[in-house]
């Protein structure tokens, strides 16, 4: 009897441990080929639909985070706070993104739209990676409008999403703090 | 004071000429810069960035449109913010023209740019562009070449330009070429400070250059300038193997064609390599054959065999005894010469001669033993040497004696055992004596000297005494085989008196000397 007993408490330590579902450790993506690969994909998508004609019948404003970098001024931020402006910028961009292809009608720049629309999620699934909350599914209220600014062509948001992806998104990649103790 | 003055004087001096060095230095980059984006770049204003917050415009006037530069003003405009100018300075150019700059030091990225260059208010120039793609670098520092420890092969490392967050966006163009040869080749390499060049000459000397460019993806730019070239020897190489197994097959394959060649013609190349010598030997039966019947002598006999005479062995001194009973004396002739030489050398020609003349008294009769029944006879009817019926003046008693050179070492110079033939004769004089006439025979090694006595010497049968007794060898040629006994003319009795050294024939030249035992003392 009490080698059962031991048993079964041996056996539900066990099964409660399974249960919790305590996710397998995520390694981290710090390879630049990843974002590289995204980064290609929406300027190749930019110049595809550059000479739309009629914006490829895509009307209204979009806002869209700012993309400049100044590298001194990067120097004074931390990773959070880079982590919240790329975060911010990546959900306003599949917003965006999202009105678009709702918009559109030729299969085509459906086709493309939707495409970096599950880079944006991938880039998610990124971040989420190098330990940084994904923020991207939720409206970020931390940024204000001095963060963001309003376009209204197809155009611009594409090459203002190329131009974030290229300087921010990368930026941040490359100093996180999980990329930076792998290459140690 | 003094001192501290000097002191700071000499540090002004210092960072003055260091300063004026990177100056120099600076000047000579830029110039090298503004040239490769003159010819790279249609645009204008040419723009390049050489950091990470920098930014130098330039455009060129041509000479009859050049002015001051307060003339021109150059105005930029971040997306979404206000438009700044930037201050122009001029510097002169080849041919006549300007150049006017524009730096700007503090820059923002992944933001479009707006320019505009104004000249007396009239815009000359207006140009839209992302900085982060303008990027010219300067060359990478530090180029070294090494050894990979492999053949072929030579290890070219450099240091990377400096700039933050752009380490992995790097790519480089390495070109080498042989040591004075204009035809190189290229190889482009990411992200990375060192590559192996292979496919190398063993052996040579080689030139690599290496220039750096942005990958063009998050950062874009200009092929930097070359590097100044470096050089280094690769490895001497060993044998290909390739090389070696193909000379291998080719040597293998020739020499076959050649031994088949030979085979094909081995008889045409026998006769001429080793031709037949013609024998003379069925001349010489002639000869034989006449001399013999000049002789009156069948062919049977020792002196007469053909083979005799043709040995090439070393003639053997011979001690020939005469029969008992003999014919008349034929007349003297020569001998030919086959016989003559057949005897050795001698230094007395007169003493040949003699034996040329008893060898013209030789008889043989037909039976080939007679001389041992003969001999035996003798023995046992020893009778006084001087009325000896063998010493009848008809009779030729030829020894052949072997001398030396030198007289005390006769005895040392001759193996004993190696003699040709021995006939030894003892009689009761001492050694020396018996040298010079009947002793035993003392032969150098080819170069004997034969004495010979004959009976012809002693007309007067005053044949020297030499004692009632004496050994001798006894030889018998059959034809087949020749025997040889050792006899004694004393009678049997005595025999056991003395010791007889015997000694085996050998028709063979001594190959070495060693001691030879003293003629045989025989004591009557």
């Known amino acids: 009897m009490s080698s059962i007993s031991g048993l079964v408490a041996v056996l539900l330590t066990v099964l409660q441990w399974a249960g919790r579902g305590l996710p397998s450790p995520v390694r981290p993506i710090c390879d630049p080929r ?23 019948g895509v009307t209204g404003t979009f806002v869209v985070p700012l993309t400049n970098v100044d590298f001194v001024v990067l120097e004074t931020k ?19 993104l999202g009105a678009v292809r709702e918009s559109v009608s030729r299969a085509a720049v459906k086709s493309l739209i939707d495409n970096n629309k599950s880079n944006i999620h991938s880039l998610g699934q990124v971040l989420r990676s190098l330990h940084i909350k994904d923020l991207s599914l939720s409206p970020v209220p931390a940024v204000g409008d001095s963060a963001t600014r309003k376009v209204s062509s197809l155009s611009e948001l594409l090459r203002v999403h190329t131009n974030f992806l290229r300087g921010k998104v990368r930026l941040l990649l490359t100093n996180a703090p999980a990329c930076q103790q792998n290459s140690t | 004071m003094t001192n501290d003055n000097l002191n700071k004087l000499l540090v002004f001096c210092v960072l003055f000429c260091a300063q004026k060095t990177s100056i120099v230095h600076g000047a000579q980059a830029l110039e090298t810069k503004v040239a490769l984006l003159l010819h790279a770049e249609p645009e204008n204003p040419k723009c390049f960035a050489e950091g990470m917050s920098d930014l130098t415009c330039f455009w060129e006037e041509d000479e009859e449109r050049t002015g001051s530069a307060d003339q021109y003003s150059f105005i930029y405009t971040y997306q979404n913010e206000n438009s700044s100018e930037c201050s122009i300075t001029a510097l002169p150019a080849a041919g006549g023209k300007r150049l006017y700059f524009c730096r700007l030091s503090q820059t923002q990225l992944f933001v479009p740019l707006d320019i505009r260059v104004f000249r007396d208010d009239l815009l000359i120039h207006n140009r839209s562009l992302f900085i982060e793609l303008v990027f010219l670098l300067d060359p990478p520092a530090n180029l070294t070449l090494t050894s990979t420890g492999t053949q072929g092969q030579l290890k070219a490392s450099w240091l990377p330009p400096s700039l933050k967050y752009m380490g992995d966006s790097m790519m480089y163009e ?59 020897e690769t490895m001497p190489g060993d044998l290909d193997p390739l090389i070696v197994s ?101 230094d007395e020609d007169e003493k040949l001669k003699r034996v040329d003349s008893a060898l013209e008294g030789w008889r043989e009769t037909p039976q080939e033993h007679w001389p041992m029944d003969q001999l035996r006879a003798i023995h046992q009817h020893p009778a006084p040497w001087t009325q000896s019926s063998l010493l009848e003046s008809h009779d030729a008693y030829v020894t052949l004696n072997a001398q030396n050179h030198s007289g005390e070492e006769l005895l040392d110079d001759i193996l004993e055992e190696t003699l040709p033939l021995q006939v030894l004769f003892a009689s009761g004089r001492t050694s020396s004596e018996s040298r010079s006439d009947l002793g035993s025979f003392q032969q150098s ?26 050994t001798y060898m006894a030889v018998a040629d059959s034809g087949v085989s020749m025997d040889y006994s050792p006899m004694s003319s004393s009678k049997i009795d005595d025999i056991g008196k003395g010791v007889i050294y015997t000694n085996e024939y050998k028709n063979e030249i001594p190959a070495h000397r060693r001691p030879i035992g003293t003629p045989i003392p025989f004591a009557f």
Request: aromatic residues 10%; glycine residues 8%.
């Open chain 1, 34 to 56: 990843v974002l590289d690969r995204f980064i290609m994909e929406a300027r190749d998508t930019e110049t595809a639909l550059r000479g739309c004609k009629a914006g490829c």
């Open chain 1, 78 to 96: 931390d990773t959070e706070e880079q982590a919240l402006e790329v975060q911010s910028g990546l959900f306003l961009f599949g917003q965006a």
């Open chain 2, 174 to 232: 390495v070109s080498y070429a042989m040591a004075g040869s204009h035809i190189g080749k290229v190889e482009e390499v990411q992200a990375s400070s060192e590559l192996i060049l292979r496919g190398l000459q063993s052996g040579t000397k080689y030139k690599v250059r290496i220039r750096v460019k942005l990958d063009g993806i998050s950062y874009s730019g200009y092929w930097s300038a070359w590097t100044d070239p470096v050089l280094m």
């Open chain 2, 246 to 346: 193909l000379s291998l097959i080719i040597s293998l394959v020739l020499t076959l064609l050649s031994l088949l060649v030979l085979m094909s013609h081995r008889r045409f190349l026998l006769k001429k390599i080793w031709p037949i010598i013609p024998t003379p030997e069925s001349k010489f039966q002639v000869f034989i054959y006449i001399f013999c019947e000049w002789l009156g002598h069948s062919t049977g006999g020792l002196w007469l065999r053909p083979a005799y005479f043709y040995s090439e062995e070393f003639p053997a001194p011979l001690e020939v005894l005469s029969e008992v009973s003999l014919g008349p004396a034929l007349p003297s002739s020569a001998l030919p010469p086959k016989a003559s030489e057949a005897l050795g050398e001698e």
């Open chain 2, 445 to 470: 090694s080819g170069l004997g000297r034969l004495s010979s006595q004959s009976s012809f010497e002693y007309p007067n049968h005053t044949w020297p005494p030499k004692g009632p007794g004496y």
